[in-house]
């Protein structure tokens, strides 16, 4: 099945700093794009892949769970790691919850971490409906374009396969086990206004890593995908920001400038 226009996944090779971006669930490179070439124009080299069964038809992603979603992003990792010689992750929405999870699992070897409304926990009476639910009916309505900005939309599905919200959930409880793991600086930034994840998402995030050095930032202009939505500048700066603070190579004359 042929990538919709626009999905396609997008690669930078900059220079020694890298930075893995992940998309949200039934979403799309799309929403992330501006923020991995803004990133690419000041130097870094940038990896965001295209999670399987996304980024086509809703039918693709139904043979699909959160195992095939991670090991792409756990791949994409492994590669930066062999040509970067720091490695940061970043994610919005359940992206966020793939990026802290590569983070628990990898270590020293993931230097920050950068996420953006990151989701913790499918919420209501629907989630406990689910086990039984998803071998009854195929999809729900989608969660695509939660955005504040006239004229800006996400390229992602229409319809939820109900199979696909059992496995994000069950990934969603096992990132939350494993949150404490996660040592490395961490860079939250949210908005108030979200109408997909709510802000106990977020709560939930911050009291439960072990990181020291937390920065929160809220997003009071945009909606849920704010990566397309009034506060796009601000959340790119707070990020380029956060990574020169943690690699100061970033940017410089003959480093990850390329020269």
Known sequence: MAVLPGAEPY??????????LCHGFTGSPQSLRPWAEYLAGHGLTV??????????????MQVTGWQDWYAEVDRELRALRERCARVFV?????GGAL???????HGDAVSGVIVV??????????????PVARHLVRTTKGIAS??????SAELGYDRVPLHCAHSVRTFFRLVDGELPQVTQPLLLLRSPQDHVVPPADSARILSRVSSLDVREVLLEQSY??????????????????????LA???GKEGTTAGG
């Open 224 to 245: 849920h995908v704010a990566t397309l939505d009034h506060d796009a500048e601000r959340i790119f700066e707070e990020s380029l920001a956060f990574i020169g603070r």
């Open 47 to 60: 990896s965001l892949p295209l999670l399987p069964g996304h980024g086509t038809r809703w039918e693709d």
């Open 11 to 20: 690669r930078h090779e900059g220079g020694e700093v890298g930075v893995l």
């Open 99 to 105: 990026a802290l999870r590569l983070a628990a699992k």
């Open 146 to 151: 939660d955005i504040a900005k006239p004229g």
């Open 248 to 250: 100061p190579s970033v």
């Open 117 to 130: 409304n990151p989701a913790n926990k499918v919420h209501g009476l629907s989630a406990y409906a689910l």
């Open 90 to 94: 970043a994610g919005l929405s359940m």
